[in-house]
């Protein structure tokens, strides 16, 4: 069947508040929160010009969704480039056990917000308030991790994923002592660095092409459930 687990919080609106889904249902609302400026400086392919692997991959984030995040459009453009980095991503961000979807995420949005990729902070700051129930903590990792609402445990993970994004070269024994002092297994050490690894791989690709965040992710988990 077509694999449709990137970015899934996107793929299942019972994970949406409800007083949001209006936001995509909406036509009316929906043509508000669209934007009209370019979501690359490179070409975006059109969908009907696609593989059919891809083009049913993203048809189906539209249909279970409402939108298309515009990290999938911008991609499109390199077929192969696409497939390798959907299956790097779902790897590292759908894999069941060890750190949870919410503390991936949490990676994901602090060493962005050091890169200084607005896709990604935008984007996955969404999942992060989803995630974890909270409509300020993407803000807070985003700006100081440090300051931010999370347990001593995640305060070490990040430490450990920031040092990965910022001074690879410097890791070291200690810093893995450190890690595990707070009862992270290896996996769990393996995976805070490689999502940092490959997110300072997708900033760096965003911030090539120039790519916009979907208006649509900017309001997800900001409004509570009534």
């Known amino acids: 069947g077509v694999q449709t687990c990137a970015l899934p919080i996107f793929l299942n609106s019972s994970l949406v508040p409800e007083d949001q889904h209006s936001l995509f249902k909406n036509p009316l609302k929906k043509e508000k929160l669209m934007s009209t400026k370019p979501i690359s400086r490179f070409p975006v392919p059109e ?38 980095f959907f299956a790097y991503h779902d790897a590292l961000m759908e894999k069941e056990g060890g750190l949870t979807k919410g503390e991936r995420e949490m990676i994901v949005v602090a060493t962005s917000g050091l890169n200084q990729c607005t896709y990604c902070v935008v984007a996955h700051g969404a999942i992060v308030r989803i995630r974890e129930k909270s409509p300020n903590l993407a803000d807070q990792l985003a700006t100081n991790y440090r300051k931010s609402d999370i347990t001593p445990k995640q305060k070490a993970m990040l430490d450990f994923a920031v040092k990965v994004t910022l001074n690879s070269a410097e890791i070291n024994d200690d810093d893995f002592e450190e890690m595990r002092k707070h009862g992270f297994s290896d996996d769990e050490i393996w995976d805070t660095g490689a999502i940092s690894a490959f997110f300072a791989l997708s900033n760096r690709m965003a911030n090539l092409t120039s790519m916009r965040p979907n208006d649509e992710f900017y309001l997800l988990g900001r409004i509570p459930r009534k």
């Open 47 to 84: 969908l009907k010009d696609l593989p059919e692997d891809i083009h049913e991959r993203i048809i189906a984030v539209q249909e279970k969704s409402g939108f298309v995040p515009n990290v999938f459009l911008v991609l499109a453009q390199r077929p192969d480039e696409f497939r390798a």
